[in-house]
């Protein structure tokens, strides 16, 4: 069993369509990161969490650590937030752990 | 503007032979790390450096070596002895001590044995 699991690995969306991406972990982490590559292969990072909810713009994540699950939410989205998106954990020796990543693709 | 800089973004190489990696920063970061993606694959962690002059192996370092002779640079060689070099090489760093700063990506470079 992978330490970071995702789920969908794939999801297609309607421009506009309210999106969720979830996350699940087994190990004790310092930190959940939401990352985002674009099909360049260039990966920016979108949030650090290791409680609660953060928001930039159209982009919400949420953590809740007795559960060990996040969760990544895309509002109002648009056919330019398509990228496969990856959440990470932080290890013990400061390393990240990766789960697979979720391919978005908004249609217009 | 800081960052991280890969190089080459492509590169190819004949089998055998060995090939050097590139990754620069100019964030001050204590700790640099280089992950290698396969299609399909999350992430996998070759090689870490939390100061200058050390690193260590990460899951996946056989056919690796890496070096920290600078803050700034931890360049990655990928040597013949890697059975299955073929894949998407990502270098990061980040500043473990000040956690909250997160981690920084470089752009990646696609490796392809001919």
């Known amino acids: 069993k992978n330490e970071v699991e995702q789920s969908p690995q794939n999801l297609t969306a309607q421009e506009g369509e309210f999106i969720t991406i979830n996350c699940s972990y087994s190990v004790g982490i310092s930190a959940l990161h939401w990352l985002q590559q674009h099909p360049g292969g260039g990966i920016v990072s979108l949030f650090m969490l290791s409680s609660g909810k953060k928001k930039h713009g159209r982009l919400i994540a949420t953590i809740n650590i007795q559960e060990k699950h996040s969760s990544l939410h895309i509002t109002a989205s648009h056919p330019r937030d398509s990228a496969v998106y990856i959440c990470a954990v932080s290890g013990s020796q400061g390393n990240l752990i990766f789960g697979k990543g979720t391919k978005l693709s908004v249609k217009p | 503007d800081g960052g991280i800089t890969q190089s080459p973004k492509y590169l190819f190489r004949k089998e055998g032979q060995n090939v050097t990696l590139s990754c620069e920063q100019n964030?001050?970061?204590?700790?640099m790390y280089w992950y290698r993606q396969d299609p399909g694959q999350g992430l996998r962690l070759i090689y870490y450096s939390q100061i200058v002059n050390d690193f260590q192996k990460g899951d996946i370092a056989e056919g690796y070596s890496v070096s920290r002779e600078k803050k700034e640079s931890f360049p990655l060689t990928v040597t013949s002895a890697q059975k299955n070099p073929t894949a998407f090489y990502l270098c990061?760093?980040?500043?473990?001590?000040?956690?909250?700063?997160?981690?920084?990506f470089g752009s990646g470079t696609r490796l392809t044995v001919v």
């Open positions: 964030l001050n970061h204590d700790a």
């Open positions: 990061a760093s980040s500043m473990p001590s000040r956690a909250f700063y997160g981690y920084t």
